[in-house]
Each structure stands twice: as structure tokens, then as C-alpha cells.
């Protein structure tokens, strides 16, 4: 795709900095089965700290790091209240069921913020005829609800909700970093407001690969060995962990910058005939819109766009994503906005 102007189909597609190019050369590794490479021990010691967690666990992907969290805090039978359009719904391939014979029930949400009282009201009583609720799960940032914020207030009544109810609290936080540099909550806190999390760097953090799951010592060894089940035992990944290194201190100040970016464009997609578009939706560098143009698709747009050096992600007949991050500028913005303006105003 040499004739790429920009990419704005996910934050996935970023690509490692020159620094961390460097610092992978030059990690310091060891054997991380054996938990001794120092470089993962750094990376996992600084952000467990970072959320005020005991401890932390590199993990090849997100998925990977979900399922292993889904596998911990459960036993088969149990069920689990996730939010209904979290990425473990949509997108983990009903790991739940494959991995921990886990059911899931779905708890609706306003873009993915959920009310405690509607939780409530989905645990299960006690009874030999239904299964047991075990754990609470949310997503933050919500991928499906355009990058929504769940404000930390909600987060924090939720959890205590779990906690009177001796149900655990599980944090999706693949894209945490943007959550808390568009609200300002720290990340301490956001780590006070879950049991668990998971936290992704190769997406706006820019790093080729790797995600950690954050929590009390006792469930990240025991975490461990689930990782171990699964496939995801690695050797010398310092060279890896030193991207995430890099990361906290290099991609993850300059996050604003993304959401910048998907402000001004969802202001120009909202001028356009045939897009329709809520301004208040874009919170952080995710931005949905529908096509409402009656003779066009949402496939036919991205094939035009394709042609003219801009690559996005239809979602169906009439949904559009849009995501914005460092490999993508304001001034690719205002380009993808003049190409879409030409391409619907020529069907």
C-alpha cells in the first residue's frame, strides 16, 4: 500500500518510534519464563505502579491478557456481567465460553457507561437452578461507543457494588491512556476502581506488540501460569517490553494531540452532506459517524478513499470509524475530509 497518504482505520497500525527501534537493540534481556528479564520486570513493576496495583504481567495481546483475567477470576458455570457491546463480546471470538466455560450476560449501557443500579439488578440470587454471578466486567475507553469515557464516578459506584456484593471488578483499558488524558483522572485512580485491568501499548502508544494485565500479586501469579496455559510463555521479550519502556515516557504525554485530531475532523465530517455525525460523541481519538446518503455504502466510500491514498474502516452498510493517532495529522484529517466531500458529492 506504497500509495497510503494516511491510515486512519485503527490505532493498531501505528508503527514503532526511532527511539524505540533503539532501545529494543539495546534491552537488556534474560529469560521471562523464568521471570528474569530484567527489561519485563522493569516495564511490569512501572505500570503496576502507575495504577497502584502489587503487580503486573506482560502479554503478547489484549485478547490474550482478557481471556487470561476472564480465566483467574472465574470457574466454569459462573457468569459474568459485561457491558453489552465490550470487545469481549464482539471481538474475542467467544473466548468466554471456549476458554472458561464462562456465560455471559449483557448489561446495556449509554455508549458504555453503565449504571450501578442497573447491575444490581442482574445479580443472581443464590439458587441451585442459576448460575452464579462472579464478575463485573467494563471497557474504558468504549471502542463500540466511539471512544466513550466512563466517568471514574460511575466506575467507582460500580465497584462498590461489586464489592458488597463479593463479586469482582474487571477494567478493559486497552485504551486507558486515552481515557485519562481526556478527562484527567489519574491512573491511580483508575486502578483504585477495578480488581483488574488490562492496558494495551500497541495501539496509541505505538509499540509493535504487547499489553499488560495489572492486579494483586496472588491473582498476576496465578495469571502466570494461566499464561503459561495459553501459549503466551516468552523468553527474551525485553527487546519488546523496552517499547512499552519508551512508550510511558515518549507516546503516552502526546495522546491529546490524537484527540485533537479527531476533533477537528469529526467538525469537518459534520459539514458534509450525507454524514451524519454527533459531535458530542467524540471524546477521545475514536470517531463513528453514518452514512445517510441514499445511493451510496459505506464499501463503496472505502474503496474510493482507498484510491486516493486514505484507508478507514466501514462497519456494515452504514457505519463508519474513524481513529486518529501519531502516524496521522491534522492536515491528513482535513485531506480525508475534502476526499469524502468529493467522493459523496460525485454519486
Known amino acids: 500500500m ?3 497518504v494516511a491510515d486512519f482505520r485503527s490505532d493498531t497500525v501505528t508503527r514503532p518510534t526511532p527511539a524505540m527501534r533503539r532501545a529494543m537493540a539495546e534491552a537488556p534481556v534474560g529469560d521471562d519464563v523464568f521471570s528474569d528479564d530484567p527489561t519485563v520486570n522493569e516495564l511490569q513493576n512501572r505500570v503496576a505502579a ?3 496495583k502489587e503487580a503486573a504481567l506482560f502479554f503478547p495481546s489484549g485478547t490474550m491478557a482478557n481471556q487470561t483475567a476472564l480465566r483467574c477470576h472465574t470457574v466454569p458455570g459462573d457468569e ?9 463480546v464482539h471481538y474475542e ?3 468466554a465460553a471456549v476458554h472458561s466455560g464462562a456465560q455471559l450476560r449483557y448489561v446495556p449501557s449509554a455508549r458504555g457507561i453503565v449504571e450501578a443500579a442497573t447491575v444490581a439488578e442482574l445479580i443472581r440470587p443464590t439458587s441451585p437452578f442459576l448460575p452464579p454471578t462472579r464478575l463485573i466486567w467494563l471497557e474504558n475507553t468504549h471502542n463500540e461507543g466511539g471512544g466513550t469515557v466512563i466517568p471514574i464516578s460511575a466506575l467507582h459506584e460500580v465497584k462498590a457494588l461489586a464489592e458488597r456484593s463479593s463479586l469482582r471488578l474487571h477494567l478493559d483499558g486497552a485504551r486507558i491512556w486515552n481515557a485519562a488524558a481526556a478527562s484527567g483522572v489519574s491512573f491511580r485512580d483508575y486502578g483504585n476502581a477495578c480488581d483488574s485491568l488490562m492496558v494495551s501499548l500497541s495501539k496509541g502508544l505505538c509499540c509493535p506488540v504487547g499489553s499488560l494485565l495489572v492486579g494483586d500479586a496472588a491473582f498476576i501469579s496465578r495469571a502466570r501460569r494461566e499464561r503459561k496455559r495459553f501459549g503466551g510463555g516468552m523468553r527474551q521479550v525485553g527487546v519488546l ?3 512499552g519502556l519508551v512508550a510511558l515516557a515518549e507516546t503516552l504525554p502526546r495522546l491529546a494531540e490524537d484527540h485533537r485530531v479527531a476533533r477537528r475532523l469529526a467538525e469537518g465530517l459534520a459539514e458534509i452532506s450525507g454524514i451524519d455525525l454527533d459531535l458530542d460523541t467524540v471524546q477521545t481519538n475514536i470517531v463513528r459517524a453514518h452514512l445517510s446518503h441514499p445511493r451510496g455504502s459505506t464499501e463503496a466510500l472505502a474503496d474510493a478513499l482507498r484510491d486516493r491514498g486514505f484507508l478507514m474502516l466501514p462497519l456494515g452498510h452504514r457505519k463508519l470509524r474513524f481513529v486518529t493517532h ?3 495529522s491534522a492536515a491528513a484529517a482535513d485531506g480525508l475530509v475534502q476526499a469524502i466531500r468529493d467522493v459523496i458529492g460525485s454519486w
Open 2 to 4: 506504497s500509495n497510503v
Open 50 to 52: 502507575l495504577f497502584d
Open 80 to 88: 459474568v456481567l459485561v457491558e453489552a457491546d465490550a470487545h469481549l
Open 93 to 95: 471470538l467467544a473466548g
Open 241 to 243: 517490553a523496552a517499547c
Open 326 to 328: 501519531r502516524d496521522v
